[in-house]
Every structure is written in structure tokens, then in C-alpha cells.
């Protein structure tokens, strides 16, 4: 088989698949590394992962790749990598991706670059499946494409009727963009749009599968994570915080960056949406009056029982 039929067998895959050489300079780059990150074939090929194009990171929020990413740590000693990282869309969002890195070796033993295998990590399917049956439902908010406000006050209130009935617990999480109308100001209201939808996409895709996300109005989001501690709730919280603060719009010459905000509840029994959703909002305030970009977490459990 020639060099081109291996090309297409490789497009062909739903993974994105990638090449690089020694220097870690992509030589090549398929159609589903297209689909996943968003660059082109063309954008890529020839520039070095060094250049930290796709600025993948880890859940901490470090950078990977200006240092021992798993493609440069692979060449290094030899060994194949897996590890689940975060990868920049170039749309500005974040995405989960689990990475497969195997170096590649010349007849001689030598080892002359890597291959990485990535999959998109963030249940993408399932969540589109979703966004059909909201839009039928008319559930969708217009911008953003996730759940509006009247999804999450219908959600809220089956999740509370769960918990009475079966002892489901659940919590809420309020986002709120921090000086979201400085950005307003500053970019146009075009560029707040799209500020907007990166937050969206990096909330959706980054919660768990079994999590909804919506719109609650203006620049706040909502979160409703099903069976969580207040530990996990807090977990939960901070991740989402970091991988928007990691997120970030390219706008003309400039890149646009925003952080959140956060408040979160456990739901109590005899809690109705209102008020579930009125503790997050205090403690999304606490947040606000700390200084921003930081997660409040309601600590008080004795009444949920």
C-alpha cells in the first residue's frame, strides 16, 4: 500500500491523529485532529508544537505544551504516553481530550518523532442528542446554544422532586463572567456574544455526563450536578473556574481572556428552585466580595438530612 492510501485510512478516523518529527515539528495532521481542535491541515503543518498553538493543559491548568508534554516525554525516554489533557479550540473554548503518544523509531532503533492519537473526552454526542430534544422544546437559549432559563427552573425543580422521593442529592453552581460590561465596553457587544458562547462550550464540555448546563441569563450560567458531596460539588466548581480562566478569544491583534465567579449549594428537601437557586446566588456574592475569580461553597450540611 502507498503513502496515500495510509492517508485516507488515517482521515478516515473520527480521532484526531498527528505526526511530529524530532524538533516536535507537525509534519502531518488528519481530518478528525481538524474536527477536534478546529485548525486546518494547513494552519499547522510546519509549525512546532513548542509554538503552543493548541496550549494544552493538565486539570491543574498547567501549560504542557512549552515543556514535558506527553509527545515530548514519549521521545525522551522511549516509553508511550496516555494522559488526559486539555486541548485550546481554536474557537477559544476548552476540550477534554485523551491523548495516545507513541514514539516512532527508524531501522536503526532511533527515535525520529511521535505520534499522537486524541479523542474528544466530553461525551460531544450525547450532548448534541440533547441540544436536539431542547430546541424541539423550545428549552435552548438562542446564543449560547445550552439550556435557557426555563430549562433550568424545570430541571431544578424534577431534581428536587428526586431527592424528596429517592434521596438523590444534587447541587446547583452559579457562574457570573467578572466585569463582563468592561469587555462590553472595550471589544463591542459582538465580541461579548462570543465571550458568552466560549463560556457555554467550556461549561458544557466540561462537566460530567450526567450534569446539565443552561443559561441562566445575562452573563450567569448555571450548573446542576446530580449525586455529588459538598466536596465534590467544590471539585466540580473549581475545575470548570480554571479551565475558564484557561480559555481565552482571539479578537483582531488582541486575545480576550475572562474569569468567574462562583456559588454553590447542596439541594435540602424541603428547598424549592427559588431558594436552592437564591443560597447560590449569596454565595456567588461571598465570591464576588473576595475578589472574583474564586468559588464559594455553602458549608453548612446539618439541614440537609
Request: with cysteine.
Given at each position: 500500500m502507498d503513502d496515500s492510501l495510509y492517508k485516507k485510512l488515517l482521515d478516515e478516523m473520527y480521532d484526531g491523529?498527528?505526526?511530529v518529527d524530532r524538533q516536535r515539528r507537525i509534519m502531518y495532521w488528519n481530518r478528525g485532529a481538524e474536527r477536534i481542535s478546529g485548525y486546518s491541515a494547513d494552519e499547522v503543518i510546519g509549525r512546532f508544537c513548542g509554538d503552543?498553538?493548541?496550549?494544552?493543559?493538565?486539570?491543574?491548568?498547567?501549560?504542557?505544551c512549552t515543556g514535558m508534554c506527553p509527545l515530548a516525554a514519549a521521545m525522551h525516554d522511549g516509553q508511550p504516553r496516555q494522559a488526559e489533557v486539555i486541548l485550546h479550540h481554536k474557537h477559544g473554548h476548552c476540550v477534554p481530550v485523551l491523548v495516545r503518544v507513541t514514539p516512532i523509531r527508524d531501522a536503526q532503533g532511533e527515535i525520529i518523532g511521535a505520534v499522537e492519537v486524541f479523542s474528544d473526552n466530553s461525551h460531544q454526542k450525547a450532548a448534541q442528542e440533547e441540544i436536539e430534544r431542547l430546541r424541539a422544546l423550545a428549552l435552548l437559549d438562542p446564543l449560547?446554544?445550552?439550556?435557557?432559563?426555563?430549562?433550568?427552573?424545570?430541571?431544578?425543580?424534577?431534581?428536587?422532586?428526586?431527592?424528596?422521593?429517592?434521596?438523590?442529592?444534587?447541587?446547583?453552581?452559579?457562574?457570573?463572567?467578572d466585569h463582563f460590561?468592561?469587555?462590553?465596553?472595550r471589544f463591542g457587544h459582538l465580541v461579548g456574544d462570543d465571550v458568552l458562547k466560549m463560556v457555554a462550550r467550556t461549561l458544557a464540555h466540561n462537566v460530567r455526563a450526567f450534569d446539565v448546563v443552561g443559561r441562566w441569563g445575562g452573563e450567569e450560567f448555571v450548573v446542576i450536578a446530580q449525586n455529588v458531596s459538598i466536596a465534590t460539588l467544590e471539585s466540580l466548581a473549581e475545575r470548570l473556574r480554571v479551565f475558564i480562566e484557561q480559555s481565552s478569544l482571539p479578537v483582531a491583534d488582541k486575545v480576550v481572556h475572562v474569569t468567574v465567579s462562583l456559588g454553590a449549594t447542596l439541594a435540602r428537601r424541603t428547598d424549592t428552585p427559588a431558594?436552592?437557586?437564591?443560597?447560590?446566588?449569596?454565595?456567588?456574592?461571598?465570591?464576588k466580595q473576595r475578589g472574583r475569580n474564586r468559588v464559594s461553597v455553602e458549608e453548612d450540611t446539618s439541614v440537609l438530612i
Open positions: 491523529v498527528y505526526f503552543n498553538l493548541l496550549r494544552h493543559v493538565d486539570a491543574c491548568g498547567r501549560r504542557l449560547t446554544g445550552i439550556g435557557n432559563r426555563r430549562f433550568i427552573e424545570s430541571n431544578t425543580y424534577s431534581r428536587l422532586e428526586e431527592l424528596r422521593r429517592y434521596g438523590l442529592s444534587f447541587g446547583i453552581i452559579l457562574i457570573d463572567i460590561k468592561a469587555v462590553n465596553d431558594s436552592i437557586l437564591g443560597r447560590a446566588d449569596q454565595m456567588l456574592y461571598v465570591s
